[in-house]
């Protein structure tokens, strides 16, 4: 994927997204990122755009602003960062970091493999605006797969579990806020036939709210990936 996804493909992608109605990109904290945006903005761009946070962002506070000043609907804590401190007891660092993003005036969200967490940060009404939502909880520990199952998958800790998607949708339809349901298709797991994406593409605008939405990645090197799936969820949501 790295050697295939060059800016110029980058920019080639995103364009076709417009052209389909796709209006919003997101992409992890990395220079990559930055630098493929700006050059898609110096061609004409206007996609929108939402960052993923990433270890270097959660580690040095004063990089938010400087993010922020760039222009993103929103920055979004790390789900698998998220999920770790919330084992690890360090709430107050989560919310320092949504608060930081709060003083910068742009939208703040909250990334979660576990719909415990999305729960707890309900009931605790803690100051969000969105979130991202797992399909799949990747982040349990061996001990929690082993409570499941005997057997650990391979590699130890990437668990895809056929009702994980269920498990999570169900909360993500008690929750008010908007709520951005990704890893649809089990990070490529759930794609080996037209009808088995559909049924994924199905489940997960049957299972979320009238305002939420996905997020799904594409590698179009093979096929026209891109307005496949801008013909599919036209032809679902019609």
């Known amino acids: 994927m790295q050697e295939w996804y ?3 493909r ?22 990559r ?26 580690n040095d506070l004063s990089l938010i602003p ?6 993103p609907i929103g920055i979004v804590h790390h789900g698998g960062t998220t999920d770790a401190r919330f084992r690890a007891g360090e709430h107050a660092k989560i919310r320092e970091f949504l608060k930081r993003v709060r ?27 969105f979130y991202m939502t797992c399909c799949y909880h990747l982040t349990r520990t061996q001990e929690e797969v082993r409570k499941i199952t005997t057997e650990l998958p391979l590699p130890a800790g990437e668990a895809y579990l056929e009702g994980d998607p269920a498990r999570m949708l169900r909360v993500v339809r008690q929750v008010k806020k908007t709520c951005l349901a990704f890893k649809i298709l089990a990070a490529g797991r759930r794609i080996q036939t037209p009808q088995q994406v559909d049924q994924a593409f199905r489940f997960a605008f049957d299972n979320i709210k009238p305002q939420d939405a996905i997020i799904v990645g594409m590698f179009p090197r093979i096929k026209d990936e891109v307005t496949e799936n801008d013909d599919r969820v036209r032809r679902m949501l019609a």
């Open 6 to 8: 060059t800016p110029e």
């Open 103 to 129: 003083d910068t005036g742009v939208a703040v969200g909250l990334s979660t493999h576990n719909p415990q967490n999305l729960e707890r940060v309900e009931s605790e009404a803690w100051d969000v605006d």
């Open 66 to 71: 400087k993010a922020a000043a760039l222009g």
């Open 33 to 58: 990122g930055f630098s493929d945006l700006k050059r898609y903005r110096d061609e004409g761009g206007k996609i929108q755009w939402m960052l993923l946070s990433g270890r270097e962002l959660e």
């Open 10 to 31: 980058v920019c080639e992608v995103l364009r076709r997204c417009e052209q389909n109605g796709i209006n919003t990109w997101q992409f992890s904290y990395r220079e």
